[in-house]
């Protein structure tokens, strides 16, 4: 349940002394404006008095009210401004309320009151509103029990249950301005392809969201929001999405809002009562809901010009942004407080429209229940936001690619200045022997270059030209790298050496033993046998100057030459990238007789990417990205996050792991570049999209 537009959901009362029929003229349909003058039975679900849905239907118009009389000036600590008189009701603006407010979220001498909510339960909103019970049977649309106590109830199988501790929310800071205000994140067509994901199948006799339609009214641009204008018919997303732009408003903190408190993007059976009040616009835990604000279109737009208000009027300053405020952990006082440093308006509005921030038991619960005093509104906000868009906060984004893993090896190695002290070129047809090159590259500062194996790319020989490295390094043997391509190499810097071995995992100890020749306290061990682990890895080693020795994961055991390498490197420290599968349990005890051993891994490549490098990183203000499908791109983006020690993370096209959108929100990050173009990495790459 939200904050009515008071201020506060403690405020509740204030209305009822100022309420009229005035306030409703132009915001409700004629029945409705009815149903606020004549009381009727709640719904059946729930035993408390709450009001009755409105008349407005799910389906069809709305038919607007006339015009009423002024109401009487209220009282003056409940100073409420009258509707602007016009003879369009319905393009009377939303009244703007003010009242008396303390830090604390609660009036001097009130009554201390469990917060309730929606139908009257007490829930102090319920854990996971969108873990939504489906009834067992065919129950009447109208019996809706929000904690799903009152009926026979089964659980959806794409429900969202989250065990797992909630990472990386900032009570200060849980929003970001730019991310709440993006209002182009999702076209039209976007919010209603994700509103059709979110249900499988609708139950029978209910509308669900994709479902419902209705006439919307015109309301007249004002300070907060531009006009919007009614049309006949209109479904749920076209109603976001016309209210985001009129608001300036991302529609995607509009879909999670309508998510947090009712549930209504994955509920399958809602009854109307969650459409009549389904942003909790004007419905304080403490009180009933106010008709005023009743209707689907009304909650939107009530809610999204709400949070303009909180941003723009000079009276809304106990949660300004900049400054330490005092936020209660639930509307029982003996639950405590805390001094949260709000940090932008965004941060301020929510709090503004939820006035409590998650305890440690709520956000240890994830998604779940905490205890007493545990509340978990703005904690599902940033719950549902992040899993279901990604960061809830601003990520500037580069993107360095060429027209082919060439050209891209070439962009990266752009971002060096000329005269690095050396360069080294390695085969782009094949990761075999060039693994081991990223993190020697890292460490010496020169970039990793990618040819062809008989001929070298124009663009690779002009950027050589440009950079003009002290000297150049050629990984593999000639089936990798040939004589022709050495010899132009060797005419544009006659420095030139070739690192290689009979094999991949010979050529790994010689291009460790060339570039570390003082030895590394630790050390990288991967597989040989696959390229993401050790590329994941390569990026790691070379901010902390430590060489990636690649072993034949499959075996028991690792050869003589290698465990020679260890010893010869002074290796004090031995990090294994990947699980048992990708570099076997006798590979690792056999290399704990030497050295300590920690070994990283995940679920797959992309989680394994994600425990390597959150085990490096403590912070991360910019991340890389690249495709972890193919090789070349993160190969040669290693050695750049090599040099500038920054994570590199091997993510799917179109979406990171839930891993790595945990370590992002740790790491703080707020700067990301991706190697490689928009047909490798997507705009769910780029807005954090959680893969599922």
Request: hydrophobic residues 40%.
């Amino acid at each position: 349940m939200r904050l009515s537009p008071l201020g506060r959901r403690s405020s509740r009362g204030l209305l009822v002394a100022v309420a009229s029929v005035a306030l409703l003229t132009g915001l409700l349909p004629a029945p409705a404006l009815a149903a606020a003058t004549e009381p009727t039975p709640a719904p059946t679900a729930t035993t408390d008095a709450v009001p009755t849905p409105s008349a407005e239907p799910t389906t069809g118009p709305a038919s607007p009210a006339p015009a009423s009389p002024a109401p009487e000036k209220p009282a003056p600590e409940a100073e409420v401004p009258q509707p602007q008189p016009t003879a369009a009701s319905t393009d009377a603006p939303l009244p703007v309320a003010k009242v008396p407010m303390q830090r604390d979220g609660h009036e001097a001498g009130e009554h201390t009151l469990a917060e309730k909510d929606r139908a009257g339960d007490e829930t102090l909103d319920l854990a996971d509103p969108g873990n939504t019970p489906v009834p067992a049977g065919g129950a009447s649309g109208s019996t809706d029990g929000a904690s799903g106590a009152r009926l026979s109830l089964v659980r959806p199988e794409a429900s969202i249950v989250q065990a797992a501790p909630v990472v990386g929310f900032s009570a200060g800071d849980i929003v970001s301005d730019h991310v709440f205000t993006n209002k182009a994140s999702m076209s039209e067509a976007a919010i209603r392809s994700f509103i059709d994901g979110k249900v499988a199948k609708c139950q029978a006799g209910y509308t669900c969201l994709e479902m419902y339609r209705q006439n919307t009214p015109t309301r007249a641009a004002d300070a907060y929001c531009s006009q919007y204008t009614g049309g006949t018919n209109e479904d749920a997303a076209r109603i976001i999405y016309k209210v985001a732009q009129a608001c300036n408003t991302n529609p995607q903190v509009l879909l999670v809002m309508l998510q947090k408190e009712q549930g209504l993007v994955t509920h399958v059976w809602p009854s109307d009562f969650r459409f009549t009040i389904a942003m909790g616009m004007g419905c304080p835990d403490t009180a009933a809901c106010d008709k005023l604000y009743y209707g689907f279109f009304n909650q939107v737009y009530g809610a999204a010009r709400q949070m303009k208000i909180y941003g723009k009027s000079s009276y809304f300053t106990w949660y300004a942004p900049g400054g330490t405020r005092s936020i209660g952990y639930h509307p029982n006082a003996s639950c405590g407080s805390s001094g949260v440093y709000v940090k932008n308006t965004a941060t301020a509005g929510l709090y503004y429209y939820t006035p409590y921030q998650p305890n440690a038991a709520a956000l240890a619960a994830g998604f779940g229940t905490g205890d007493k005093c545990s509340s978990y509104g703005n904690r599902n906000f940033y719950n549902y936001f992040s899993t279901w868009f990604g960061s809830t906060h601003q990520f500037s984004t580069g993107r360095i690619y060429g027209a082919d893993r060439y050209a891209t090896s070439v962009q990266v190695s752009r971002q060096y200045a000329a005269g690095p002290s050396v360069a080294y070129i390695a085969s782009g047809s094949d990761y075999a022997d060039a693994l081991s090159a990223a993190p020697a590259a890292a460490k010496l500062g020169g970039p990793l270059l990618l040819t062809q194996p008989t001929q070298l790319p124009k663009v690779v020989s002009d950027e050589l030209l440009r950079l003009k490295p002290k000297a150049i390094v050629v990984v593999g043997g000639t089936g990798a790298v040939s004589a022709s391509v050495y010899s132009a190499l060797a005419k544009i810097q006659p420095n030139i050496r070739r690192d290689a071995g009979s094999d991949r995992y010979a050529t790994s100890r010689v291009v460790n033993q060339k570039a570390f020749p003082g030895g590394s306290s630790i050390a990288y061990v991967a597989t040989g046998t696959d390229f993401p682990d050790a590329l994941s890895a390569s990026a790691v080693a070379g901010s902390v100057g430590a060489p990636v020795i690649l072993v034949n994961g499959k075996q028991t055991t690792v050869d003589a030459a290698t465990v020679s390498l260890v010893s010869s490197l002074k290796v004090r420290q031995v990090r294994i990238a990947g699980g048992t599968a990708s570099v076997s349990s006798g590979i690792q005890t056999q290399i704990a007789k030497q050295a300590t051993v920690t070994r990283l891994a995940g679920a797959d490549r992309y989680e394994t990417s994600a425990a390597i490098n959150g085990a490096a990183y403590s912070t991360a203000p910019w991340v890389f990205f690249a495709t972890g499908a193919d090789f070349a791109d993160a190969l040669s983006g290693a050695a750049l996050a090599g040099k500038l020690k920054r994570p590199l993370l091997v993510v799917r096209s179109n979406c990171i792991a839930s891993k790595a959108s945990d370590q992002l929100a740790r790491w703080g990050s707020s700067l990301q570049t991706l190697i490689g173009g928009p047909t490798l990495l997507g705009t769910g790459v780029i807005n954090h999209t959680v893969c599922r």
